[in-house]
Every structure is written in C-alpha cells, then in structure tokens.
T-cell receptor, first 112, second 113 residues
Framework: DTAVSQTPKYLVTQMGNDKSIKCEQNLGHDTMYWYKQDSKKFLKIMFSYNNKELIINETVPNRFSPKSPDKAHLNLHINSLELGDSAVYFC???????????FGSGTRLTVV | DAKTTQPPSMDCAEGRAANLPCNHSTISGNEYVYWYRQIHSQGPQYIIHGLKNNETNEMASLIITEDRKSSTLILPHATLRDTAVYYCIVSRAGGTSYGKLTFGQGTILTVHP
C-alpha cells in the first residue's frame, strides 16, 4: 500500500514532446505538491493544491500545467519538453495543520 | 520562511550517535523546525518536527535551544542505512501556502562501518 505513488518511474522522451506524470495519494490528505530536483540535487517546489484548488505556483513556465481532478490526485502535464526539463519530479502530500509531508518515490524525466 | 544553515557534510561511526546541527537564527515565533532526509534516489522522508519543546520519536530526537535559534537532530544509534542527505527546514505548519517546505542544501551524513 504505497502512500504516495507516481507513474511512471522513468520517462525518456524527445524534445518537443508532451508528457504527463500522475500522482495519487491514499492518505486522505487535503494538500498535494509537485517538487523538482535538478542535477545539482536542489529540491524546489513547483505547485501546491489544496482541495483541488491551486495555492502555490512558483514561477514555473506555463508549459507545465498541473491538474487535480480530486484531492487524492495531482497530475503534471508538460508541453513542448526542453532539455532543461530533465530532472526528478517528486509528488508529495500533507494534511493542513500537520507538519509532515509524505513524498512519492519520484519520476526521473530525461529529455533527449 | 526563515533560512537555515547546516554543515555540508558529517561522518559518523556505525552504532554511535549522530548529532546534526542546524542554525535558524531568524526563526519566527510561529515557525516550526522540520527535519527530512533523502536517501540516494529516493523521495525525501519526514523524520521529526518541533516548535520549542524537545521531541522524540522512533527515528530520532530533536533538541531545540531555548532561544530557538538552533537545533540538533540526534540519531541515537546510527546504522549504514542512515547514510543520507539531512535537511533542516523552518516553516509554518499546515498544508496551505504558508506551509510550504523550502529545501536547502542539507548535510550529507555518511555512516562508516
């Protein structure tokens, strides 16, 4: 029973393609996040959704579009992929008022 | 959110206590201290958090100074599996925008046999 699951785990694609990463949490949390970890290992928040409502958008290019169909799912769609989008993308969830985030195992995106 | 300062790396012998320091001199009264770790290629893992009292759970202890300007994460009996990057983060609790976790560079803890 994985608490926060992401698919796919690995994604290799060509420049210019459009791809999606899916995230699901079974913890009953009301807030979900996308983080990006680049080659220098810095973890940076991209988006946050609370009960399907976007609450954080950290100056991410508009080629990245998150979608939350319900509070248990937060998907990330990326248009016109660029080489610089290569990174590991982590999904996470938390419950308002509680400190601990639960992270997924990551999706390693490689753009060639 | 207040910034934190951590040593870039530390070593520890297996079986000994690992004490990881963190400075957060600009912490606000409503900000918590969180500790996470990231084992190679895995997602970050929540360890512990606290406001001003010392905290202990099955993974670690958190000691926060009285002025709250620094803290220490203690792994009482380090094992090889504790080798990871440890992040000290200061943030307001909660799942709304002000509960955002901002990760720094962390401390690379290497546990030696």
């Amino acid at each position: 029973d994985t608490a926060v699951s992401q698919t796919p785990k690995y994604l290799v694609t060509q420049m210019g393609n459009d791809k999606s990463i899916k995230c699901e949490q079974n913890l009953g949390h009301d807030t979900m996040y996308w983080y990006k970890q680049d080659s220098k290992k810095f973890l940076k928040i991209m988006f946050s959704y609370n009960n399907k409502e976007l609450i954080i958008n950290e100056t991410v290019p508009n080629r990245f579009s998150p979608k939350s169909p319900d509070k248990a799912h937060l998907n990330l769609h990326i248009n016109s992929l660029e080489l610089g989008d290569s990174a590991v993308y982590f999904c996470a969830s938390s419950q308002a008022g509680d400190g601990g985030y639960t992270f997924g195992s990551g999706t390693r995106l490689t753009v060639v | 959110d207040a910034k934190t300062t951590q040593p870039p790396s530390m070593d520890c012998a297996e079986g000994r206590a690992a004490n990881l320091p963190c400075n957060h001199s600009t912490i606000s009264g409503n900000e918590y201290v969180y500790w996470y770790r990231q084992i190679h290629s895995q997602g970050p893992q929540y360890i512990i958090h606290g406001l001003k009292n010392n905290e202990t759970n099955e993974m670690a202890s958190l000691i926060i100074t009285e002025d709250r300007k620094s803290s220490t994460l203690i792994l009482p009996h380090a094992t090889l599996r504790d080798t990871a990057v440890y992040y000290c983060i200061v943030s307001r609790a909660g799942g709304t925008s002000y509960g955002k976790l901002t990760f720094g560079q962390g401390t690379i803890l290497t546990v030696h046999p």
